[in-house]
């Protein structure tokens, strides 16, 4: 079975820094584009960041620019998000999404979601 396990979510203060992961199995890792998304409470969902795996190639919301980097370490089956300078408007629950091909409108299958925090 298809599943996808976010961690690395937390409280940080304004300016400070986590990485989320978001560990995959039951499926071919190398085949699928992995992307993150965050909701915030009353907020629609918003695309974050996604990677190709077949060729690298990397997108990023405007919002985050400059402040998040996505990677993948595909020997572990694992994408990563680097989150720098984060601002309480970066408050949501993450999730990690995937979907065979490339990075798309339309995702398959979700992870469970990880709690970001960030004081003001």
């Known amino acids: 079975e298809v599943q996808l396990v976010e961690s690395g979510g937390g409280l940080v203060q304004a300016g400070g820094s986590l990485r989320l992961s978001c560990a995959a199995s039951?499926?071919?890792?190398?085949?699928?584009?992995v992307a993150w998304f965050r909701q915030a409470p009353g907020k629609e969902r918003e695309g974050v960041s996604c990677i190709n795996k077949r060729d690298g190639s990397t997108y990023y919301a405007d919002s985050v620019k400059g402040r998040f980097t996505i990677s993948s370490d595909n020997a572990k089956n694992t994408v990563y998000l680097q989150m720098n300078s984060l601002k309480p408007e970066d408050t949501a629950v993450y999730y990690c999404?995937?979907?065979?091909?490339?990075?798309?409108?339309?995702?398959?299958?979700w992870g469970q979601g990880t709690q970001v925090t960030v004081s003001s």
């Open positions: 999404a995937t979907v065979e091909g490339s990075c798309s409108m339309e995702y398959e299958y």
């Open positions: 039951g499926f071919s890792f190398a085949d699928y584009a």
